[in-house]
Nanobody
Framework: QGRLMESGGGSVQAGGSLRLSCVYP????????RGWFRRSVGKAREGVAV???????LYADSVKGRFTISRDNSRNTVYLLMKSLKPEDTAMYYC???????????????WGQGTQVPVSS
């Protein structure tokens, strides 16, 4: 854990936008996919969005139409653009590298330390 590094978190009002960034090592063995996950107080960690090298991204139903995941392989960076934020989006957000096109965290072996996103009403 800790080989990936997130940034961009911070306080935002409901309805606002925020873009998270995550820099990862140039080569992570066996880890084609990059995902964003989040954990709210008192809740289990949940998958938010996943992206591979090809094909479309995968989103949790709770963020579809509001969040967009993208990656820039030349910069070894994956992004999460969050729009129309809601108080229930408040969480610690983590990026991860994994080997499956899935929102289940069991498939991800490399994680960042997380970045906090509090959304106020």
């Amino acid at each position: 854990q800790g080989r990936l590094m997130e940034s961009g978190g911070g306080s935002v009002q409901a309805g606002g936008s925020l873009r998270l960034s995550c820099v990862y090592p140039a080569y992570i063995h066996g880890s084609t996919y990059r995902g964003w996950f989040r954990r709210s107080v008192g809740k289990a960690r949940e998958g938010v969005a996943v992206i591979g090298f090809g094909g479309g991204p995968l989103y949790a139903d709770s963020v579809k139409g509001r969040f967009t995941i993208s990656r820039d392989n030349s910069r070894n960076t994956v992004y999460l653009l969050m729009k129309s934020l809601k108080p229930e989006d408040t969480a610690m957000y983590y990026c991860a590298a994994g080997r499956a096109y899935s929102l289940a965290d069991q498939w991800y072996q490399d994680w960042g330390q997380g970045t906090q996103v509090p959304v106020s009403s």
